[in-house]
């Protein structure tokens, strides 16, 4: 039969035995490994999030064929030569698994049951398959590759000796590979005195083909090429062989291949925008994360999944303003500490305590400066392509400082005194919650009871002077579309959210408390807010202390009023004193946008107002750019590198756009002082969208 011919030059059975001998070798390397590095992970806490399995293998098939297969990661950022790059890697390799797994399927069916498998009598059109998306787009994969780390030398790779090791390898394993079909078709398919030859099949085998004409081209004739081949065959195997025991046994990078997808299906099944709750304090032996044994073995995983690629570094908002703070160095840190500090756990005799760490985790492993510059934005998550969640691990080292430790930040400690004391982050605010409402009519809850909607003002919608003018328009547009609405008004307190980002997990557990307690006694079943940090934690955080509210955001809110046709019709606003349209561009909160997933409502909205042309910033949506202001940021001052909130700024200067439109509060004052910084109040202005459409329905 036409085409490649199983074991040909080898023997079988004696020396075909023994290959599947060098595969059961490679298979016990990969356990040992994975067994071995599974006593670190198991070193962790429980992870008790992981709930039903249907849904999360259902999820982790779709992010296997598009996160995973089509490596979205990459092309959704617009990163073509690493996402071409991996893609070729990817497939080339699978392709090639593939045509093995299929040749002994193939081979071992006729043996077995004396039947031809059906793919059988297509091995030459097959052998097309292999040859060019297989072999060949693996080794332009590569090959670019070892360009990209040892010419290019992008700044955010970290290469090693193991990359260079493993890229080798895995060259000299497709060249051996095409010199051995080269030589089987030379002595075969292109050989006239072979009685299997056949000029036809052989181009079927382009790269083979090409390498049977060169050696043939060179002088080696039918016979060298099969003693060649055969001596080849089994250098071949055995580098292949050392290879895969190398990666199990020595824990190469190259295990990511497993560790990767493994901990894509093992990540918890929490919504992006909540953090792991603590649990029942009365039961906690430790606040947060100070020694290994503190994260959980999901955490833990994490390490290991790391590729050490740098897309995280290259997304986070700190180390682009010139912080201290690299996700990627941080998970990689941590992998080196529990690779020193794991076999100590081991080594301690059952039932006494492990020994003090030579090193702290908290302070000397991971610095106390890289902690408390992390904003929380998830733009490390979000471009992470192996599913790591940096902020979960962040957050639990800083409530560790912050429970255990009292080593919070000066201006960070005065707002968690403040929220303690007062219910709300903002000392010295001459403010009520109340004063915003002055002369609008705004009924409370104790007045209108049977309010649809509880509008959650939030402290600084409330308290904050310009921020207190949004809650302004959203009360006006709330009337305008006949909503029957209510506020708290003196009733309500702080949401949270800035002690649980702080790592003050016990207040929070107090403010949200008591909040659902006043959720509870009036019997609000629907809120809807200006404040996407608010949004966040009652939507996503809220749940783990038993509420069970609908909650939203007024984008999504607003822009489903306008599908149920429920809105006024708006009329046009101008954007100059000439009348001409105002150009406005949108800048997406990280709470709304990259952990909540609202991209499109707010841009509907805005594209609706007539008079606005909606122009885009380059970095928006899954990419989108930090304010600076999230993760308790907007009370801490920014004493290291380029303030966050002046690149953001610069990204909107860079547009033609008058207005920068935000639906957050934390994000309104930022672009606030950044357009002052640079001195342009004159000419450019940040305004919440809420505003453009209260002033829509105002004429």
């Keep these: 039969m036409p085409g490649r011919e199983d074991f040909w030059n080898i023997g079988y059975p004696l020396f075909g035995a023994l290959i599947y001998t060098t595969m059961l070798i490679a298979t016990v390397a990969i356990a040992y490994g994975l067994y071995r590095r599974s006593r670190m992970w198991r070193v962790g806490k429980a992870e008790p999030e992981l709930g039903p399995w249907r849904p999360r293998l259902a999820g982790f098939f779709r992010a296997a064929a598009f996160d995973i297969a089509a490596h979205r990661k990459f092309t959704r950022s617009r990163e073509w030569y690493p996402g071409i790059m991996h893609i070729s890697i990817f497939w080339g390799f699978t392709m090639l698994f593939i045509a093995t797994t299929l040749g002994a399927v193939e081979f071992n069916f006729e043996k077995i049951f004396g039947v031809e498998f059906p793919t059988t009598r297509f091995r030459v059109q097959t052998g097309f398959v292999w040859d060019i998306f297989g072999g060949l787009l693996a080794t332009i994969g590569i090959t670019m590759a070892a360009y ?154 994490n390490f290991d999944a790391c590729t ?216 609000i079943k629907k809120i809807v807010t200006t404040c996407p940090h608010c949004f966040n934690t009652m939507l996503n955080e809220y749940p783990q202390l038993g509420a069970e509210i609908e909650v939203h955001h007024y984008a999504d809110f607003i822009d489903g009023l306008m599908r149920e046709n429920r809105m006024p019709a708006f009329a046009t606003i101008s954007g100059s004193d000439d009348g001409a349209p105002g150009k406005v561009t949108y800048h997406d909160s990280c709470f709304l946008g990259r952990h909540n997933g609202i991209y499109d409502a707010p841009r509907r909205i805005a594209e609706s107002v007539p008079g606005l042309e909606v122009i885009e910033m380059e970095r928006r949506c899954e990419r989108g750019f930090c304010c600076g202001a999230g993760g308790g940021r907007m009370w801490q001052e920014e004493t290291e590198g380029k303030r966050v909130n002046h690149i953001r700024t610069e990204h909107f200067l860079d547009t033609p756009g008058d207005t920068v439109a935000v639906s957050c509060p934390f ?33």
């Design 308 to 523: 050490n690629c740098g897309r995280c570094q290259d997304n986070c908002p700190a180390w682009l303003s010139g912080k201290s703070l690299s996700p990627r160095k941080v998970i990689q840190d941590l992998k080196g500490y529990m690779e020193v500090r794991a076999p100590e756990i081991f080594a301690t005799p059952a039932g006494e305590p492990p020994p003090d760490p030579s090193m702290s985790m908290v302070s000397e492993v991971v610095g106390e400066d890289e902690l408390w510059a992390c904003t929380s934005c998830a733009a490390c998550v979000e471009a992470c392509p192996v599913g790591i969640n940096h902020i979960d691990t962040i957050v639990d080292m800083r409530r560790y400082l912050a429970m255990e430790e009292a080593r919070v930040p000066a201006t960070a400690q005065s707002a968690l005194e403040n929220l303690e004391q007062r219910g709300h982050p903002w000392r010295g605010t001459t403010m009520t919650r109340t004063d915003w409402m002055e002369g609008l009519d705004i009924p409370t809850m104790a007045t209108n009871p049977d309010a649809e909607v509880l509008f959650w003002v939030g402290c600084t919608g409330a308290l904050n002077e310009r921020n207190a003018k949004v809650t302004r328009s959203m009360a006006n547009v709330l009337k305008k579309a006949g909503v029957n609405f209510a506020v708290l008004g003196n009733e309500e307190t702080c949401s949270g959210d800035p002690a649980r980002r702080l790592g003050n997990e016990y207040l929070f557990q107090i403010l949200a408390s008591q909040n659902i307690e006043t959720f509870n006694r009036y019997g």
């Design 667 to 699: 994000c309104l004052q930022m672009f606030d002082e950044g357009i002052s910084a640079k001195g342009l109040e004159g000419t450019k202005q940040a305004k919440d969208l809420i505003e453009l459409v209260d002033e829509a329905l105002s004429e």
């Design 148 to 301: 990209r780390r040892f010419i290019w030398r992008p700044t955010r790779l970290n290469t090693f000796l193991d990359d260079g090791f493993s890229l080798g390898i895995m060259l000299v394993l497709l060249f051996t590979g095409f010199f051995l079909e080269g030589m089987r078709i030379g002595s075969t398919e292109l050989n006239p005195l072979d009685p299997r030859y056949n000029p036809g099949s052989a181009f079927w085998s382009p790269v083979g083909w090409l390498f049977a004409k060169t050696l043939g081209g060179l002088g080696m004739g039918p016979g060298t090429m099969e003693t060649t081949h055969q001596a080849l065959w089994w250098s071949h195997a055995a580098i292949y062989t050392a290879w895969v025991v190398y990666i199990g046994v020595g824990f190469s990078k190259m295990m990511h291949i497993i560790i990767a997808p493994a901990n894509v299906l093992l990540k918890p099944a929490r919504p992006r925008g909540a953090l792991a709750p603590m649990g029942d304090f009365e039961t906690l032996e430790t606040f947060g994360a100070k020694d290994l044994p503190d994260f959980t073995w999901n955490q833990i995983l």
